[in-house]
């Protein structure tokens, strides 16, 4: 049982692990494509600012 334990706190780490990490590239994927939307029409800088 203790061994079990263990197994399934390590599953639940790596999946927890993998599920901010597929959310983190998600949101950068995200604010990449609207850089490249926007990168014709607003300066780049005037994003970077917006952002920030």
């Known amino acids: 049982m203790g061994d079990r334990g263990s197994g399934v706190t390590r599953k639940r ?10 959310t983190v590239v998600a949101i950068y994927l995200s604010i990449y494509l609207c850089i490249l939307a926007l990168g014709s029409s607003i300066e780049l800088e005037g994003l970077f600012l917006f952002f920030a």
């Open 13 to 22: 780490i790596y999946l927890d692990c993998f599920l901010r990490a597929r």
